[in-house]
């Protein structure tokens, strides 16, 4: 028997407990909302995988509660609209803002099941897909993206995604895999060079990515190179990442073979500081993502606070900004977030003050500030270094393990406790 949440939104009470019973029926688990409100309130607590909405309700109409998901980026999962009265007019705009289809009632059993069963069928598929077009927003830069992307899709050659340190690389690099094709990353940097047959039969047919070249040894560098001349005979697509320019990269070493390799395929992600109009879309879905994946409450930013977000730099590009979306949604002390509270956590940067940017850092920041944007940097480095094995972490950077989740707890740094192996020195880890 199936299991899937349906949210049911109309008002009318006959047509929801009718349409509920035929679902529950055949599997389905349903959820029913009379208004508007209560819909925006179960789609919070029960994310559900569709919502089958009436345009015509009263405190407020399908259409209108339809934009305002599209809006706070809350539109991540498919919604089918219901009517007895609206036109095709109708039924066009809410495809345009994002609605997957159209029931008019009373609507056939047959139609009814047919729609929600392929509505399903395409989340789970924008589920696995990973990046949408639109996932990162809808400015000028973003577009000009999504349009080097869709070219470069096209081809079979590696890829060297190019940007500043923080910016979305694997979710760029998502964009290049198909459904059920393999995504593989090596677990640690080393197999890169000690098991590259291995890798590349593991993504045969697939995606080998392998994260921020300029991060790694020239003997990493080299055994990419490697991996690259045997892509072809496995199928293999290979995407790279770099957090400093190409031209940096071939001034430290003129003769590196993997820049010449990748050189032909570049795609240039923009800073977060040319995005401006995508911040308060980028924020709602930063929210919305926290409250579903880790449980963080909900929280509303007020027009000021999302101006002064609008106005920073962002050295730190779209990783600083969700760090720092996290730490003011975990520290409200009210269902909104205020100026003061933005202030504060930018260290009162105002957008005419001078930024010194040297080594990737913004010297004019508050000591405090720096100090954690180096530390979040360092242990970044250090577990993607040691493929999110936290035993070979604690010992690299020398500290305890409980005293390293606590310091990364503490600067909203994302990491996996996962059962280690007890070889080479490594221990079990275990949940403190």
């Known amino acids: 028997m199936r299991s899937s949440d349906i949210l049911i939104v109309d008002d009318e009470i006959g047509i929801r407990d009718l349409l509920s019973d035929i679902l529950q029926d055949e599997g389905y688990t349903v959820a029913q909302a009379e208004n508007a409100e209560e819909a925006r309130q179960l789609r919070n607590q029960t994310r559900p995988a569709m919502v089958l909405l009436d345009i015509w309700m009263p405190d407020c109409d399908g259409i209108t509660l339809l934009k305002e998901w599209a809006k706070n980026g809350q539109l991540n999962m498919p919604v089918v609209m219901m009517s007895g009265h609206a036109s095709i007019d109708t039924a066009v705009e809410a495809t345009k803002i994002g609605a997957l289809d159209f029931l008019e009632k009373p609507i056939a059993l047959k139609k009814l099941l047919g729609t929600v069963d392929r509505a399903l069928k395409y989340g789970e598929m924008q589920a696995a897909s990973g990046l949408s077009l639109d996932k990162l927003g809808n400015s000028p830069a973003i577009q000009t993206l999504n349009q080097r992307l869709e070219q470069v899709v096209k081809q079979s050659t590696p890829v060297l995604l190019v940007g500043e340190p923080g910016s979305p690389f694997e979710l760029v690099a998502r964009y290049f895999h198909k459904n059920n094709t393999p995504w593989v990353e090596p677990s640690k940097t080393e197999h ?11 993504a045969s047919n697939g995606i080998l990515y392998l994260g921020d070249i300029a991060q790694y040894s020239r003997n990493l560098q080299q055994g990419i190179a490697f991996l690259l001349s ?4 496995h199928n293999v697509r ?7 320019s190409p031209e940096e990269l071939r001034t430290a070493a003129p003769d590196n073979k993997l820049l010449l390799a990748l050189e032909n395929c570049e795609v240039h992600i923009p800073p977060l500081r040319e995005q401006t109009d ?30 002064i977000l609008r106005q920073y730099e962002w050295p730190g590009n779209f990783d600083q900004l969700r760090n720092i979306v996290k730490n003011l949604a975990l520290t409200a002390e009210s269902d909104e977030v205020g100026e003061s ?20 850092f913004n010297f004019n920041l508050p000591l405090r500030e720096l100090r954690e944007e180096l530390e979040r940097r360092y242990f970044e480095y250090h577990i993607a270094q040691e493929g999110q094995n936290m035993s070979r972490v604690a010992q690299k950077v020398g500290l305890e393990r409980t005293h390293l989740y ?12 996962r059962q280690s192996t007890n070889r080479a020195g490594d221990e079990d880890e275990q949940d403190i």
């Open 192 to 202: 890169i060079v000690d098991s590259p047959m291995e890798l590349l039969q593991k």
């Open 230 to 233: 045997k892509t072809d005979r």
């Open 238 to 244: 290979l995407i790279c990442s770099s957090s400093r």
């Open 278 to 307: 995508d911040i308060m879309f980028l924020v709602n879905q930063i929210i919305t993502e926290l409250s579903e994946t880790q449980k963080i409450p909900l929280v509303k930013f007020s027009t000021a606070a999302l101006n």
């Open 341 to 360: 509270e933005v202030s504060a956590i930018l260290g009162q940067l105002t957008p005419n003050q001078p930024q010194e940017m040297i080594g990737g």
């Open 406 to 417: 606590r310091k990364l707890k503490q600067l909203g740094i994302n990491f996996s406790r």
